[in-house]
């Protein structure tokens, strides 16, 4: 981040909007604070802050959820995700940033498509706790290269047809176990750079402020429509970035 005076400022608006959203959704805070970081900060630090922060927005919500936790389907997910971590940051720590980048842009448009277009599908029958996990590794390589650590998991909730309280009491624990791995993995790898701390706290205040309001305007807007707001955005951010 060179150009202080211009990126600093970026930087926090987009730490805002992304706790805005995930505390309004209970999710998207890294598409959202993603898709204006890569432009300013590198792959490992844009991975490593949505990491931190989403642990702390994600764990209150875990925590909050505690009560209806469910092992039997949490852990395939998280016994996945321990062996995709390490895949997805050590190609995080080699890959070139312009590739991550545009990588990251191509699943942003791909996922927004998907959940904009997506049609009313049959739900798919239980597949087994095999194929729960081989979803757990992907979504843990996939956090693990861009901090993105629930949106594989969120996807595949959603074509289980579980109801929303139960996607939710599993998209997110897996999501903060995501988190976990591949803090301890960046931090063994050394990766995690002093400019990166810092950045950490100057962005806290936004991140806490956002959260708040999102958590304040919960429900007093339309679910459906402040989705597809969200998603057009997404889609327009990930086009970008592709460019």
């Not at 875990?62 to 092992?71: E, F, I, N, S």
């Not at 842009?105 to 081989?134: C, H, N, Q, W």
């Not at 998209?171 to 803090?183: E, G, K, Y």
Request: hydrophobic letters at 60%.
């Amino acid at each position: 981040m060179d150009g202080m005076s211009f990126e600093l400022p970026l930087f926090i608006v987009a730490t805002f909007a992304g706790a805005l959203v995930a505390g309004l959704s209970g999710f998207a805070f890294g598409l959202i604070a993603a898709s204006i970081w890569l432009y300013i900060l590198t792959p490992v630090q844009t991975a490593s802050l949505i990491i931190a922060f989403g642990l702390i927005v994600q764990g209150h919500s875990v925590w909050k959820l505690r009560g209806a936790l469910d092992w039997r389907r949490l852990w395939p997910f998280i016994l996945g995700a321990a062996p995709g971590v390490p895949v997805g940051v050590t190609m995080l720590t080699w890959g070139d940033p312009g590739h991550v980048r545009a990588g990251v842009g191509v699943f942003l448009v791909l996922y927004s498509l998907y959940a904009l277009f997506r049609p009313a599908i049959e739900p798919l029958k239980s597949p087994g706790t095999t194929v729960d996990a081989v979803v757990g590794f992907l979504n843990g390589a996939l956090g693990g290269i861009t901090g993105l650590a629930g949106i594989l998991v969120t996807i595949w909730c959603g074509l289980r047809g579980w109801p929303k309280d139960v996607q939710r009491a599993v998209f997110q624990p897996v999501a903060v176990a995501t988190f976990l791995l591949s803090a301890l993995w960046i931090g063994a790898k050394g990766a995690l750079s002093a400019e990166t701390i810092k950045l950490f706290l100057i962005g806290l205040p936004a991140l806490f402020a956002g959260t708040w309001l999102g958590l304040k305007l919960f429900g007093r807007v339309s679910e459906a429509a402040f989705r597809k707001i969200v998603l057009v955005l997404l889609l327009a951010s990930g086009a970008v970035l592709v460019v």
